[in-house]
């Protein structure tokens, strides 16, 4: 039997459209951030539509998203928007070496329960693709399914991971697919819409 989960992946990745390329998905967040020094190193045309895209993300969160139609929205596009910013790779790590694992230092940037707002004795994080195999060799990380209890999103090569970013943390929830990480990435998706009203005001 086919779950009602697994038909919306279908569907969703069967939709009209392209994801972003992995340099667009860094541009649209660096955009998000404001990040002056990234934007100059793109073309003048490329800056602007990473601009507009934002525009366009930020407007599906031009209010408070109350409908589970509206937090849908912004999750799927958060999705198709930033699936190829980095390799998504999923492992499984002894419980007990959880704690030492999301202290390390190679990891260039970490979900944090109190940023996101949801606990969760899982390790996500951003790390730099030479970092991969010394730290599942230290760490034992096995590839893993849906008993993965870490998440591995390997940066292209020279990107800044962002740790503050709010857009990426909405990004990274949305592909939880739960509920409370939609939601999550709902909201922050409107707060950083506020931010940028704010700014411009």
Known sequence: MVDELSLLHVAERSAPGRPLSARSAWALIAAAERDDEA???LEPFARARARDRLEELLALAAAPPNAEADVR??????RSLFRNRALRELRKAASADLPRLREDVRWKSLVRAAVSGIASPDVEGYLAAIDVKPLSEEFLLMPADSDANVILHVL???QKAYPESKLLLAADL????GPREEL????LVREVAEDHEAVER
């Open 39 to 41: 934007l100059v190193e």
């Open 73 to 78: 929205r912004i999750a799927s596009a958060l």
């Open 156 to 158: 292209p090569e020279g």
């Open 174 to 177: 949305a592909e939880h697919w």
């Open 184 to 187: 999550r990435a709902a909201e």
